[in-house]
Every structure is written in C-alpha cells, then in structure tokens.
C-alpha cells in the first residue's frame, strides 16, 4: 500500500497529543505544524515525525508545509470563545489556507477537528429515540462554535469541487479522563480519539461525512450512526467516572444544552 503522509496542525494541544500517543507505524509518517514545536515525549527519536512551526493563518507557511502531504488532520484553531477578530483570522482563514494548499496538492483525506459547540444549542428533548443526529444543522453557541461550523460548510466546499475527501468530526469532551459531570454523555476517550482518527483515514469513506466524536456513553444522547458507516466501533464508556461526580451534575436535565457552560458566555470574550 501507498505511503501517507499525514499534516496535522495543533499537535501540541490536548486532543493532539492524544492522536500521536502511540507508537510508530509502518507505512505513515507525520508533519506537525503549530505554531510552537509540540512538546511530546521521545518526540525527537521519532523518524516517522517532522516539525514545521508556523502559523495557519500565514498562507505561504501552510503551502510549504503541504509539499508531498497526503493527507490532512485539522486540530489547530482557538479553541474556546475569543475575539471575533481573532476567530476569524486563525479558525476561519486559517481553515480556508488549510483547504486551499490541501487542494492544490491533491489531499486525498481531510479531517476536520469540529466541535459539540458547532450544534451547542442542542439539548436531549431535541433528540429523537436514536440519538442526535451526527449531521444535525449547525446551531452554534458562541463565535467560536459558529467558526467550526462554517469551517464544516468550508470543507464540504472543497469536497464538492475537488477530489477531497471529508469528514468532519463534532468532538465533545476529548480528555484523559472527563473533567466535569455535565460533559459525561460527550466524552471521547484517548483510545476512542485514535480509532476514530484510524477510520477516517483507513477505512471506506463517502466523499463528505459528519461523525460525533463521542465513546459510547452510557448517559449520551448522541446518535452512534455516524461513526457506525465508517466502521468506528467505541471501546469505551465515561460511565466507570460517574462516581467522582456530585450526583446533582450528572442528572440529564432535558432542556440542557449540548454545548452546556459555552451557552451563556458572553459573546467575543475570550474565555
Ligand atoms: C471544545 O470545543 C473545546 O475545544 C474543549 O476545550 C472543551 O471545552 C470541549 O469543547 C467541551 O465542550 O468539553
């Protein structure tokens, strides 16, 4: 089989230091463009891994990154609430020189790191019985969830005009180990994260797809279809952290938003 090589920005951050814990593999090989060289462990023993530091919203910097890339693993952007400013110059123009340089390569796979805050608006008495839908029409709940929404929309662009292939994935709670009882139902375990990632990249794909990026939680309301067609399988439930969590903050509260604290920041304040 061919030899990929895979660009994935925002390395450095929690979800990417999640993707690139595990060992080297046959057959791939890594670019990883952040701003600042990611601290990883054994990083610099690794021969299957390249750094490049730069910026995504410097257009020059993204295309000399993208030379002999063939794939791509969006994860860098501000991450939370921000300036609108700032949202549009890193999340969305830095998204459209990501999708630029990976068309004028000829990407053939391109993951989009989207998030629960893309649909936060959401809350469980708008799920029917099989779960929210994977798909479910973008109701953002700050400007940063509205920036991966229209970095989704941004994508399909790209797909539909090209030979690119995509799939976005609505992250929930992507840590180690949940950090709050109300984010139990949308964690994604590390293990989980990896798979997911796998599928996207190995197995049969329709040209465009939306996937949650949730473990099969036992309190989730998320619909498990999405990941179901690419042939990602869950290992895990946040159930087994249930009891470090006062009772009060893990009851399903019908009306509670997807997107539960992002809902009631204040528009543009970076948080
Ligand atoms: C996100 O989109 C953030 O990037 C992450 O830091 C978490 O806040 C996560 O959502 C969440 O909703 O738990």
Partial sequence: TAERRVLITGASGTMGRILLDRPERQGWSYVLFDPVAP????????????VVTGDVSDAQAVASAMQGVTDVVHLGALSVEDYWEDILRVNIG?????????????VGRFVFASSNHAVGCYTPSDAGPAGLA???????DTYYGWSKAAGEDLLRLYCERTQMRGVVIRIGHCFPEPLTGPRLPFWLSPRDARALLDACLENDIAPFQTVWGSSANTRS???LEGGKKIGFVSADDSEQFVDRFPADSIAIDPDGPLGAHFVSVPLGVPM
């Fill in 94 to 106: 830095g998204t459209r020189n990501l999708l630029e340089a990976a068309a004028a390569q000829g």
């Fill in 221 to 223: 309301w998320l619909s």
């Fill in 134 to 140: 994977d798909d479910a029409e973008a109701r953002p």
């Fill in 39 to 50: 601290e990883i462990e054994g990083l610099a023993d690794r021969g299957d891994i390249a």
